[in-house]
């Protein structure tokens, strides 16, 4: 019987070598690692169909862990290769360095983002702080705080920012989410580094952000700055698109008191797709993951009666991008399943 940690192995450590022999090599390999995370995902997804809706035993999380560990420092590798390859350091030419741009980007976008997710939810303060630093190296530091603090706490609610209500498109959604969540979690932080007299993170958070930069600069130059800068605007608009198609419209009930009902299940959409629900460690299963955020992604469920997209999380990426076909496809979705809740 095949160990359970070893099927996200496969899917999601591949598009690493293909990236790194890009970067030396060009041609096919960059090719490869374009279309790894893009075409060839959503192939397989068609392919192979739906993954199993039971998870493994929670006892996988050694196993589980240390795949999160290669996958992080993996990224943490790829990151001046990436900027390398696409500012053309590495003597690339025009059509290698723009596949360059889709295959890093990609990578950074669905795997390592999804990875550190995965991380900044581990106790440990090791696995904690190297998902923290996978965030800092994408300009993307305060996601550590918001998505813990604000998410979490206050998902399919105003409250949250990155919630995204009926009827708000991926691109107005994306701006004001990002804005929100750093002031946002800015204010809790402080507040709590004025309570507790620990340091602000958002000092590592701006701070590390800003090494990252400079060591880029020092190694490449502009154009590797201007390379850096591209690739980290790239993967975050994919966590913000990820986080706009699992919560979209999906709105819990205000109370007469102010006060909102409770979340549950039905407050998340997911999807069972078997092989990009594997490269990207399981991000896919969210329902489970806000009942039970401490669970490792082996071990994520999904039952019958979470909601669930039509397609994959690629997929519904594109759709989204095309707000008119979007509204068309999901609207009617969110209210029936707003109606089960009401009825329930």
């Not at 092989?275 to 999904?302: C, E, I, K, Q, W």
């Amino acid at each position: 019987m095949k160990h359970p940690v070893l099927p996200f192995a496969l899917a999601s450590l591949p598009p690493v070598a293909l990236l790194v022999m890009g970067v030396f090599y060009g041609g096919g390999w960059l090719w490869a690692a374009a279309l790894y995370t893009s075409f060839f995902a959503f192939g397989l997804d068609e392919a192979l169909g739906m993954a199993s809706r039971e998870g493994a035993d929670d006892s996988v999380d050694r196993a589980a862990n240390r795949l999160s560990v290669v996958l992080a420092l993996a990224h943490l590798a790829l990151v001046p290769l990436g900027a390398a390859a696409v500012s053309g350091a590495t003597d690339l030419g025009m059509l290698e360095r723009v596949l360059a741009f889709f295959g890093f980007g990609l990578f950074f976008g669905q795997v390592s983002n999804s990875n550190a997710h995965e991380l900044i939810h581990r106790s440990s303060a090791g696995l904690f702080g190297l998902g923290k630093w996978v965030y800092i190296s994408m300009l993307y530091g305060h996601h550590t705080t918001a998505h813990r603090l604000l998410h979490h706490a206050h998902v399919a609610t105003p409250l949250d920012p990155n919630f995204p209500p009926k009827g708000r498109s991926f691109y107005a959604y994306f701006p004001r989410g990002w804005v929100r969540s750093f002031t946002r979690g800015y204010a809790v932080e402080r507040a709590r580094a004025v309570r507790t007299g620990r340091m602000n993170p958002y000092i590592a958070y701006v701070g590390g952000g800003l090494a990252f930069v400079l060591a880029v600069w020092l190694g490449f130059g502009a154009s590797g700055v201007l390379a850096y800068l591209g690739l980290c605007f790239y993967a975050q608009s994919q966590l913000a698109m990820v986080d706009y198609l699992q919560h979209y419209g999906l709105a819990r009930r205000k109370r007469a008191d102010g006060s909102y009902a409770p979340q549950t299940i039905h407050h998340s959409w997911n999807s069972p797709h078997w092989f990009s629900s594997h490269m990207m460690v399981n991000a896919a299963r969210h329902s489970d993951h806000h009942a039970n955020p401490g669970r490792v992604y082996p071990a994520l469920r999904l039952p019958e009666d979470m909601p669930v997209l039509p397609y994959s999380l690629p997929a519904m990426g594109i759709i989204a991008l095309v707000p008119p076909l979007w509204f068309k496809l999901m609207d009617k979705r969110v209210d029936k399943v707003m109606a089960r809740m009401e009825a329930a």
